[in-house]
């Protein structure tokens, strides 16, 4: 009820301000570095910032991730030197270098950042039985958000103010079937290079060569989401969350 009050609310504004002949300025702070805290490999903690009234158009955080088929164990906070990087998948170093300049505006508004992502075959997250868009809704503004990988043997989660939810792959809106299922879990099914294609995991980006033991790794951005007047979607900067090692199951 409070999202579709909400969305009328925001149909009314709309209407009134293109009555009036006043040009659309949208303007979204993006999450600041210094909110986000990454322990090892394995946990993100993000303090979210709040948005006044005057942002009427926010609508919620988006996370987007992509995963990567590595043959290098990681026990520690990874490093976002080139070397470091491309040690655990030269795809890694590629994307976040590629993407790094759109990272250094605090107020950028954009429609493209959705473009830009989807170019380097990130999705948004999902959730396992929730709409991600409530859960990171208005409500939770100014909350600590934790994204936990534990070390092994429990599904990766999100924690929001207590309420647990684990976390979902994407199936990229229908257009792919991961597999072995859409956990963030380091199975055989999902590193084998095999399985990696845009009709299956399109989400994940190969490695080859490995010989021995097969691991994979996640990296994940967030952005301030809004809609504009013409309910076009368009988001903050990104800002860079971390990498973090899918457990074993």
Known sequence: ??????????????????????EDYYFLYSVPQGNIQVTLNNRATIQLPSLSDEYYYFTNFTIFYRLYISGSQESGTIQTSQASLSSINPYLSSDYFAIEPYTKSDTTVSSSTGSLFKGRNFYTLELENANIDDVLSNEVMGRTLIIDFPVTGVRPFLNIGGSIHTLYRSTGEGSFNPVPN????????????????????ADVANRTGISGSRFTYAAMYIVVTGIDSNFTPIYSAPTFIGIFALPNP
Do not use: Q
Not at 14 to 22: D, R
Not at 182 to 201: I, M, P
């Open 1 to 22: 009820m409070r999202k579709k009050a909400f969305s009328f609310f925001f149909f009314i504004l709309a209407l009134l301000v293109s009555s009036c002949g006043i």
């Open 182 to 201: 859409r956990y963030f879990l380091n199975t055989s099914e999902l590193n084998s290079s095999s399985n990696v294609s845009s009709t299956v995991n």
